[in-house]
């Protein structure tokens, strides 16, 4: 029974072993990077998530800055409201009974961030 291998089967199968080392190694690298992304995508997924609730809040200000702007007819709130993007107009008051005497409307430019 001859149990040697030629030359061409033992650099055959240590080729192949070494191919094997240099995929298992790759997988492993691969693995961690994985890991790593998916540690960064669930931070920005929670900081989306997060911004929602803060996106009513955001929308009170602008409007209760709004009212005050045109109420005290205070021309650098407006105007700072409008370089952020925003237009303000005056709504005539509903009915002759109501207690509010109108309010202000605002609305976002398109194209503006």
Request: charged share 10%.
């Amino acid at each position: 029974m001859h149990t040697m291998l030629s030359t061409w089967q033992f650099n055959l199968l240590t080729g192949l072993g070494a191919l094997t080392v240099l995929l298992a190694a790759s997988n492993g690298w691969l693995f961690t990077q994985n890991r790593a992304d998916q540690g960064v995508l669930n931070q920005n997924q929670l900081l989306v998530q997060q911004a929602g609730g803060h996106e009513a809040l955001y929308r009170e200000m602008v409007k209760a800055l709004a009212e005050l702007g045109v109420k005290g007819n205070d021309a650098q709130v407006l105007n700072m409201l409008a370089a952020q993007g925003l237009s303000v107009s005056v709504n005539a008051p509903a009915a002759p009974t109501a207690p509010a005497a109108g309010g202000a409307d605002v609305a976002t430019r398109k194209g503006a961030k």
